[in-house]
């Protein structure tokens, strides 16, 4: 098992996964401590559902149809524009990315098939989507993303990879038909995880961080 330091310095979102899948029960043993991540009066707001095997096969064949369709359903706004700095480490992420994978970034044919491979799950055996209760918002998501980081990172421990997606967010309507969820539950973003290719391009791709001063402001 990595160390906590280790596992945040080396987590990347992976976007290529070998076919191995991970037995249920040793799913359900390494997440039960994300069960501790901190939340608004405790209240825990949180839905985790994990799609495997046949469910996550047939997701793999609706979502890129329906997307492809327009059939695009939202239960959380998102235009993705972005001013100033945050619009620089946006396209630098992006330029890091398609560099990894080699696609110019006048290819627009070959980065739109590399958006495509969000709605498949970049070929993972598991796919995992984050709902919040209908009603609760900007504090509730925030609880939320708590929640989501423990996941990634007690994955990251275990040598399990893992790619955090919104593009998932876009077909709410269409996972939650697939797995028969409640209609009370709404979607934030979805995870594809699972033990990396590291044979593909994509998996070479880290992008830059902050310096800490920027981020970590000191008062006395």
């Given at each position: 098992?990595k160390?906590l330091e280790d596992a945040?310095?080396?987590?990347r979102?992976c976007?290529?996964?070998?076919s191995?899948?991970i037995?249920a ?7 039960a401590p994300a069960?501790?991540?901190p939340?608004?009066?405790?209240t825990?707001?949180?839905f985790?559902h ?5 469910a996550?096969?047939r997701l793999r ?15 959380f706004?998102?235009?993705g524009?972005?001013?100033?700095v ?6 630098a992420a992006?330029?890091a990315?398609y560099?990894?994978?080699g696609i ?9 098939e590399a958006f495509m491979?969000?709605?498949t799950?970049?070929d993972?055996?598991?796919?995992g989507?984050?709902?919040i209760p209908e009603?609760f918002h900007?504090r509730e998501?925030?609880d939320l993303?708590?929640?989501a980081?423990?996941v990634?990172?007690?994955l990251?421990s275990?040598g ?8 998932l967010g876009?077909?709410?309507d269409?996972i939650?038909?697939e797995?028969?969820i ?5 979607l ?5 995880f699972g033990y ?8 070479d791709?880290?992008t ?8 970590v402001?000191?008062?006395s």
């Open positions: 098992m160390s945040l310095n080396h987590r979102s976007r290529a996964f070998q191995t899948p037995a029960e040793e799913l359900q043993r390494l997440l069960l501790r991540a939340s608004n009066c405790n825990q707001p949180w985790f994990i799609a495997s095997g046949a996550i096969e064949k609706r979502l890129p149809e329906d997307f492809t369709a327009g059939r695009v359903s939202l239960d706004p998102y235009d524009k972005y001013d100033g945050f619009r620089d480490r946006q396209y992006a330029n990315l560099s990894a994978m110019e970034r006048s290819d627009r044919e070959a980065r739109n491979r969000n709605f799950f970049f993972a055996p598991h796919v989507f984050f709902f009603g900007e998501a925030c993303g708590m929640f980081q423990s990634m990172l007690l990251e275990a399990v990879h893992s790619c955090p997606q919104t593009a876009f077909l709410a269409s939650r038909e797995l028969a409640p209609a009370q539950q709404k934030m973003f979805g995870l594809s990396p290719d590291t044979s593909a391009g994509a998996n791709c880290m830059d961080r902050m310096d800490s001063s920027e981020a402001v000191l008062h």
